[in-house]
DNA sequence: GGCGTCTCTGTTAACGCTAACAAAAATTGG
DNA sequence: CCAATTTTTGTTAGCGTTAACAGAGACGCC
């Protein structure tokens, strides 16, 4: 099957030039007559022409594509972020390879890792939230350009991350500003940095305040675990403010809440993680914080591009801040 | 920077073979002593060689890379759809490029095609629901590989669906077995053909009962237009059976009715569509239809592989049925 | 034992592009 | 107007792989 389309030297034939000069053309190459430039634009419009990226790939070493390593792109964070990053990728000019892994272990990181490399990426992005993660990354080839997205704070690796402490740290204020004496916590698994940092801004804001912060109670970022816990909060009546790790964990509260009779925000107020879509539609509309994942998306594809053109590797660290968004599932304590 | 790793010839001298033969190992060739594979695959694996794909493509024309043309890769579906693709072709030793469009317009979705094209993927997934993007697909290059999503059944183009008629009907039907009189319908964009599909199944199953149907009201698939459409539904007391084209719309409505104090199921019930993982725990838990994501992404991997190895473009059409979910949002109308 | 027929391995030539160098053309200065 | 530059173009040689063909052994058969 498969007729191939027109090569540079069709090009070159069609435009009486060197297939060079195609390449210069094509690579915005500066010495080149204004006049020539023209007659080789007009004959890869004629033609249809269409670069070969393999071959480019082949002579360069380097493909214009970006791989990212992604664990569940069926969330609505990391879809988000990749969605984002594909936005900013495509206006650079680089496609983006997914290599998504059921599990965020070490061998299947390596794998997809793996993958993308015989692929020859341009770099990498590791979605990487986990501990396991890291070691998974440590020894991969040093001249790779890599970024990781909410990995490991103590590894030297570059890193873009929504700030998961400030955030749970101004949503724990704001319950604590509406007047409550203390916040309860529904954590995400305990494994990802994520759920670590929202743990650890959530124990700040009340160390700060001068409370003991109660255990928190460990979800798994789904509405059902919310729902379990939630259950569990619900037949505690002194509880009166509970964050969650994330939206959806909110929901599962929310709707154990319901069934026990205790009205949200009159009897307790919930503020979630992430702003998802529908966040401002569950009953009642969630106050959460909400992550840019634009800005996160861009941080790293920056940091990225940096990498391959300088050829550095710098362990830089960029943090972007998220925001709180305020709606009616906080109320003041009830006396 | 960039310390190139190992190459074929490398492998070869290593092994004491000629690198065609570890071309032959790599690709499975069947005539290779055992001895001789041994050898190689040893050389490969002390030398930590990787193949190039990108010289590979550029030899035989054809990478090892699918791209995938979707619009919001941030809904529920299309990020469910998008996941288990990138799975099953990694299974299948392939990568998945995605490029996501802003608009599914004419102009994007050419450019998405362009850039994969110009990455010679060895064929293309596009998940096309609205009437648009049809156009773009019919001057494409006739020798590329090609599966639609959710695209023109009327045509002629490879395409794997959801059965949303079947799926919708289903809703429908199972409203009125509950012994509703009839049933409204908030339906997505009527430029989607999976809203159309929907909107259809649900006028079928109600014609079928001998009911006219109310007219549709329209939504845009967000929670947003559900809580407007909403606020309409809850205001008209002959309403009682609610079928919205997704599940986002279903919470919108149903914090609507929430807040017009109509209780559901035992005032209006309400169906919705896609069963995300959250629709367990609304308020009250949703009955919906559950289209088989794995199955659809199976199904679209299949007929673009066998087109990829035939180079026959036959026209092919697949369907996959949904199932409905039943939970507590449905219950019998008050008399 | 010679000869065809397998099975295995090696040699050579692409694939389409960029990098490095070489040559030609245009420009400048005296 | 000629030499010395500078700009523009062309030529050649790979990049790492597969495909096509060629050669070398091993084997069976007459």
Known sequence: ??????????????????????????????????????????????????????ARALVTGRSQVIGVVAQNTTLYGPASLLAA????AAEEGFAVSVGSVRNLDHRSISAAVERHLSHRVAGIVVIA???????????????????????????????????????????TQHLLDAGHRTVWHVSGPTDWFDSVGRIDGWR?????????????????????????????????????????????LALGVLRALHEFGRRVPHEISV???????????????????RPDFDAVARASLQMLLSQIESGTGGALRQ?????????????????
């Open 319 to 335: 943090t972007v801040a998220p925001a709180l968004v305020a709606r009616e599932s906080v109320a003041p304590p009830r006396h």
């Open 85 to 88: 990053l594909e936005q900013t």
């Open 204 to 248: 700040q804001a009340l160390l700060a305040a001068g409370l003991d912060p109660p255990p928190p109670m460990p979800g798994d970022w789904s509405a059902a675990s919310g729902y379990r816990c939630g259950q569990m909060l619900a037949r505690m009546p002194e509880v009166t403010a509970v964050f969650t790790a994330n939206d959806h």
């Open 271 to 289: 503020v979630g993680f992430d702003d998802v879509p529908e966040a401002a539609y569950f009953i009642p509309p969630l106050t959460t914080v």
């Open 1 to 54: 099957m498969a007729v191939h389309g027109p090569a540079m030297t069709d090009v070159a034939r069609l435009a009486g030039v060197s297939h060079q000069t195609v390449s210069r053309v094509l690579n915005g190459h500066p010495n080149v007559r204004e006049q020539t430039r023209l007659r080789v634009r007009a004959a890869i419009a004629e033609l249809g022409y269409r670069p070969n990226g393999a």
């Open 129 to 171: 939230p986990v501990e396991s993660a890291g070691e998974a990354l440590e020894r991969l080839p040093k001249d790779v350009p890599l970024v990781t997205v909410d990995g490991d704070p103590s590894r030297p690796v570059p890193l873009v991350t929504v700030d998961q402490v400030a955030g749970a740290r101004a949503a």
